[in-house]
């Protein structure tokens, strides 16, 4: 019985762990560093989020609707969301999971670069876009 019982707990105490890190990841991609960020210019917005990411040590696999399993397990993916001119709304999470972040992406210098990035708030119910002022 003890064996049983500690066999049972592995897949438990691993996702946990699994849990943990994910946290410590979107928390790394959910900081706002305009200065850092704006430095970074890319051909595509899909290369600006993957620069983002990629700086916060996470693995980009695209648009959420092209990933697929098991290739993309572990990653993070994007959606757009809506524009304003020359600022595109994205949000970003773990690929086959729920979103976690808002990403602001602006054209200029014949590219694309991170504008600022928001925590998703999952208690607003009002689905407005935190758009940044």
Do not use: H
Not at 15 to 37: F, K, S
Not at 38 to 59: C, D, K, M, R
Not at 73 to 99: H, P
Not at 108 to 124: C, K, P
């Amino acid at each position: 019985m003890r064996v049983l019982k500690r066999l049972t707990a592995l897949p438990v105490f691993a996702g946990v762990v699994m849990g943990l890190m994910t946290l410590l990841l979107l928390d790394a991609c959910a900081r706002d560093d305009d200065a850092d960020a704006s430095v970074l210019v890319a051909a595509t917005p899909q290369a600006a989020i993957a620069q983002l990411v990629e700086s916060n040590g996470g693995q980009y696999a695209g648009a959420c609707e092209q990933t697929r399993s098991p290739d993309d397990i572990g990653k993070m993916c994007s959606r757009f969301v809506d524009d304003r001119g020359a600022v595109q709304a994205y949000l970003i999470g773990r690929t086959f999971s729920e979103f976690s972040t808002w990403v602001f992406l602006q054209q200029r210098d014949g590219g694309w670069s991170v504008l600022a990035t928001a925590q998703l708030d999952f208690n607003d119910v009002t689905m407005k876009i935190p758009w940044p002022s």
